[in-house]
C-alpha cells in the first residue's frame, strides 16, 4: 500500500492484485507495466515477476490498518476484473472495502461489463456502499460503451477517467455519472492529447452539473505540461455525504 500517493485524485493506492495484460491502445503505454517491468527478474523485489498477473493475498488487510479516513486507489497497478482473476478474491477485496468503511475506494477498469456483472450480483437486493466508487477508463470514442456498462452497475459514485485521452469522445451520455477525470498520456512515445477535445469534456461536465477534474497535459513526464487548463486547475471531485464524513471522523478520532 502507498501513502501519500503522487496520483493528484487520491490519496493512496492499495495493489491486492499486479499486473494485467492489454486490452485496448488506451494500453499501449501503460505506465504501472513500465514501472514493474524495471524490475522483472531482480531477485526479492515485489515486481520480480515484472508485470504478470499476481494475486496478494498478503495484503487484503491492509485498508483495516489505515485508521486516518483516505481515498483509495484501488488496483493501480492492475484491474481487478480481469478474467484471470478468481471472483473468490475479488470477493475478499470487497469484503475488505465494506469493513475498512471510513475510506473511500476508488475502482477503476477497463473490463467494464465484467465489473457490472460482478456488481449486479453481488448486490442484487440494493447498491454498493456509498464509500465504494466505481469508474471506467475511456479513451477515445471507440471506448465509450463502457459508460453504459457503468450506468447499468448498482452504485451510487460513478467516475469516467478519460485518461489517456486519444481522440474526441463526442456526445458523452453522463446520465448518473458524478465525476468526470481527463489527463493526457504521460513518458517515452506520449501520445498528445488536443485542447478541443479536454475543452468539449469540460463544457459538456458543466452543462451536466458532473465534476470536472483535468489531471495533466502530459509528455515526456507525468508533470512536464503541467495542469492547468485556460490558466487555472480544475480539481473538483464528489463530495462525501454528511454520514460517511461523520463517520470517518469519528474513527479517526
Known amino acids: 500500500m502507498s501513502d501519500n500517493s503522487a496520483i493528484e485524485w487520491t490519496d493512496a493506492t492499495w495493489n491486492p492484485v499486479t499486473g494485467c495484460t492489454k486490452v485496448t491502445r488506451g494500453c499501449d503505454n501503460c505506465y504501472a507495466e513500465r514501472i514493474a517491468e524495471r524490475f522483472r527478474g531482480t531477485p526479492g523485489h515485489p515486481f520480480e515477476s515484472g508485470f504478470d498477473l499476481t494475486l496478494r493475498p498478503e495484503r487484503l488487510a491492509q485498508p483495516l490498518a489505515w485508521k486516518r479516513p483516505r481515498r483509495v486507489f484501488v488496483n493501480s497497478m492492475s484491474d481487478l476484473f480481469h478474467k484471470d482473476i478468481p471472483e473468490g478474491f475479488k470477493d475478499s477485496v470487497f469484503d475488505t472495502m465494506e469493513t475498512a468503511n471510513w475510506h473511500i475506494y476508488q475502482v477503476l477498469t477497463k473490463r467494464s461489463s465484467s465489473m457490472r456483472t460482478y456488481l449486479q450480483n453481488r448486490y442484487a437486493y440494493g447498491a454498493a456502499p456509498g464509500h465504494i466508487w466505481c469508474g471506467v477508463s475511456v479513451e477515445d470514442h471507440t471506448a465509450t460503451a463502457r459508460i453504459r456498462h457503468l450506468q447499468e452497475a448498482p452504485v451510487p ?89 461523520g463517520h470517518a471522523l469519528q474513527v479517526a478520532s
Open 157 to 245: 459514485i460513478r467516475f469516467l477517467s478519460i485518461e489517456p485521452l486519444l481522440g474526441p469522445v463526442g456526445e458523452l451520455d453522463l446520465e448518473g455519472i458524478s465525476w468526470v477525470i481527463v489527463g493526457g498520456e504521460s513518458g517515452h512515445g506520449a501520445r498528445p492529447m488536443k485542447e478541443k477535445w479536454v475543452l468539449e469534456i469540460k463544457d459538456l461536465c458543466a452543462r451536466e452539473s458532473v465534476d470536472f477534474f483535468f489531471k495533466q497535459w502530459g509528455g515526456r513526464t507525468a508533470k512536464a505540461g503541467g495542469r492547468k487548463l485556460n490558466g487555472a486547475e480544475h480539481n473538483a471531485m464528489p463530495a462525501h455525504t454528511r454520514e460517511e464524513r
